[in-house]
């Protein structure tokens, strides 16, 4: 999930962008994910069939719009900042990332040690360790093969992967005094990812299978630039490098994060990006939906446990408990929100909640909890 820019100048459409795709990332957990899905499933075998399927595509929407704010945010032509301080941005982005991470993999420690006691099953992830507990911290799980403590976990080690790629890139061609190239070695990169790194499971783990949804989004951020000319021919010349890619391999991820691309263009070229408006629901979903896909899961993961142990195993009653769990994160998003995402905290309390995840996941090593 995309974290929201800095800046307090809200873009209605990315709101609206960010809101979809949460809540298709909530139902597809929930269809995926625990026993309710399971027995609820006669009730609609196509609906559950269609968010296990298509639910997840919603990433690809997450991707493509944290590229365009990584691209707004280290500056049009590679950033003042980025290109004297990549250290510094990279750090900010670290800190903005952990810290709720933190605070949330406690909440998920804590949610799996009750429905450990309710049910057996293997969406509840088991004890952790210290050596899993530090990958986490350093967005390391992934790349040293350490079960995720939650998932979408993945998803934050990506995003941290992919600014850093992209801080550095700017950064050294910057002071090469060579802006433009940075750019260039992205959307080179870009490429190789949409034709290569992409379509091999292998690079999963690494921000290079995903550079084809962040770069697309970080590029059309370049294109539509006031000060570029011709962003007609940047932008047509990006669309014929997706259709190639397609054509040497059609991909649905690779049609979806283009299809969110080509809208942010013409948002911005159109000057809809600002413009435009949502209802306020949408508005306020899309800024607390970092916080929904931080937390949902463990929500969801308590709610599968107690409807399993306490309540009859009928569809319908099960059905019901998957509306409750999908309102019920939404409550969860806006509470964690407003303590923890929202709010500014100094270094002491920043490390006070790296501590706290920390002390939770060591206890509960110790504890076999």
């Given amino acids: ?51 296990y399927a298509y639910g997840r595509m919603a990433v690809q929407a997450f991707l493509v ?11 049009p032509q590679g950033g003042a900042s980025a290109s004297t301080f990549p250290w510094r941005a990279i750090g900010k982005r670290y800190l903005r990332l952990v810290v709720p991470l933190a605070a949330a993999l406690t909440l998920a420690i804590v949610c799996n ?6 049910m057996t099953h293997e969406s509840i992830s088991a004890v952790p360790n210290p050596w899993q ?47 433009s190239m940075g750019m260039v070695a992205i959307a080179g990169l870009t490429w190789a990812s949409l034709i290569a790194f992409n379509r091999d499971d292998l690079w999963d783990e690494t921000g290079l299978y995903y550079l084809a949804y962040y770069g ?15 962003p007609q021919v940047w932008l047509g010349l990006l669309a014929a490098c997706v259709v190639a890619a397609l054509l040497v391999d059609y991909r649905v991820r690779i049609v979806v994060a ?18 435009w408006q949502v209802p306020d629901i949408v508005s306020w979903l899309g800024r607390i939906s970092f916080s929904i896909f931080l937390v949902h899961f463990p929500v969801c993961l308590v709610i599968n446990a107690a ?17 409750a769990a999908f309102f019920c994160s939404i409550a969860a998003g806006a509470v964690f929100y407003r303590l923890v995402e929202g709010r500014r905290f100094n270094a002491w309390e920043q490390g006070g909640v790296v501590a706290l995840f920390l ?5 509960a090593w110790k504890l076999g909890w």
């Fill in 113 to 118: 040690g009750i429905a450990r006691r309710w």
């Fill in 216 to 230: 697309l989004g970080a590029l059309v951020f370049w294109a539509t630039e006031p000060s570029v000319r011709r």
């Fill in 307 to 323: 409807v399993s142990r306490f309540l009859p195993a009928t569809p319908l009653i099960n059905a019901l408990g998957l509306i």
């Fill in 133 to 179: 507990l530090f990958a986490h911290v350093l967005f390391l799980q992934d790349l040293v093969d350490q079960e995720a403590l939650s998932a979408g976990v993945w998803y934050l080690a990506v995003d941290f992967q992919l600014f850093t790629m992209m801080a550095l890139m700017l950064a050294i061609t910057a002071r090469a005094g060579l802006r």
């Fill in 65 to 75: 719009v944290a590229g365009f704010l990584c691209a707004m945010q280290l500056g």
């Fill in 359 to 363: 002390g939770v996941g060591l206890a």
């Fill in 1 to 51: 999930m995309t974290r929201p820019a800095t800046s307090t100048h809200r873009m209605p459409l990315m709101d609206a962008i960010k809101a979809a795709g949460c809540l298709a990332v909530v139902a597809h957990h929930l269809a995926f994910y625990g026993p309710m899905s399971d027995v609820a499933y006669p009730l609609s075998q196509p609906l559950f069939d269609g968010l």
């Fill in 258 to 275: 283009a299809a969110v691309a080509g809208l942010l263009a013409w948002a911005r070229w159109s000057g809809g990006l600002a413009r």
